[in-house]
């Protein structure tokens, strides 16, 4: 019977060397509002895990939920008008 651990150092070693590409960069850049956006609505649901929503907690949640399909939006007519070539 074959081990494959030999393999499997030797895959490991050369995936832990890899940059992301300035591509990646970039993309993950033009990302960063709407990721920015999801991570402040996670943190006004977390606050609220642990006890009975007041009407701030609601308007807190709502304002970030907003922000966040907004920066969505920009996001994804962003992508439609590169692939539809910019013509608007």
């Known amino acids: 019977m074959k081990t494959i651990a030999a393999l499997q150092a ?5 995936s ?3 940059e992301p590409t300035a591509a990646e960069l970039d993309a993950i850049e033009l990302e960063m509002p709407a990721i920015r956006a ?10 609220t895990l642990d006890r009975p929503l007041s009407e701030l907690d609601i308007r807190r949640i709502r304002r970030a939920r907003n922000r966040a399909m907004a920066a969505r939006r920009v996001l994804t007519n962003r992508a439609s008008t590169v692939q539809s070539g910019g013509a608007a």
Do not use: K, N, P, S
């Not at 030797?10 to 050369?14: S, Y």
């Open 38 to 47: 999801g991570v402040e609505l996670l943190d006004a649901q977390i606050m």
């Open 10 to 14: 030797i895959v490991t070693a050369e």
């Open 16 to 18: 832990l060397d890899i």
